[in-house]
């Protein structure tokens, strides 16, 4: 990412709002309220959040999700929290070696997928309290400040091995 191209979009997107604002009829509608404490960044979408848990007690965990931006700028995930983790970290496999990332871009208008094998997010010293069929919560911190919580299933690794879409289980 260069400067440029972080100077170059959000020039972009206001450039853009300016000429939509200009034919808009009316006050602004104010944005329906934030439901609840969930916190969410505008046209940002998370999907298919899960928590799979280690074979063996006292390893880390493995986190997957979807996200997708309808925004007109990038987003940046600089870190997915998760409740009942007291670590997490986004690694991605070279080969299959693991690499720590830093932040995950999401361009303007795309998605990016966590999933097994691939991009994911690591959990460390997890509570007794997720439990395999359970419900937990994911919160995405984006570069800006911005958050995004959401509800993640708790899964057991023979559970999330039998759903078929992945045989390449990294963890
Ligand atoms: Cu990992």
Redesign the pocket.
């Known amino acids: 990412m260069t400067i440029a191209r972080r100077i170059a979009l959000p020039l972009f997107a206001l450039a853009a709002v300016l000429s939509v604002g200009a034919c808009k009829e009316g006050p602004d509608k104010p944005e329906a309220a934030a439901s609840g404490s969930i916190e969410a960044k505008p046209g940002v979408k998370v999907t298919e959040a899960r928590l799979v848990l280690p074979a063996v007690a006292g390893n880390?965990a493995?986190a997957y999700l979807v996200i997708d931006n309808t925004t007109k700028d990038m987003v940046s995930i600089a870190a997915v929290s998760i409740q009942g983790a007291a670590k997490t970290?986004m690694?991605t496999m070279e080969g299959t070696t693991?690499k720590p990332v830093d932040r995950v871009d999401v361009e303007a208008g795309t998605g990016v997928r966590f999933e097994p094998g691939k991009l994911?997010i690591?959990a460390f010293e997890l509570s007794p309290d997720l439990a395999a069929g359970g419900e937990t919560e994911f919160t995405l911190t984006f570069t800006d400040g911005d958050k995004t919580s959401v509800p993640a299933k708790i899964v057991s690794m023979s559970e999330a091995a039998m759903g078929g879409m992945h045989t390449d289980a990294?963890?």
Request: proline content about 11%.
């Open positions: 880390p493995a970290g690694h693991m994911h690591m990294a963890h």
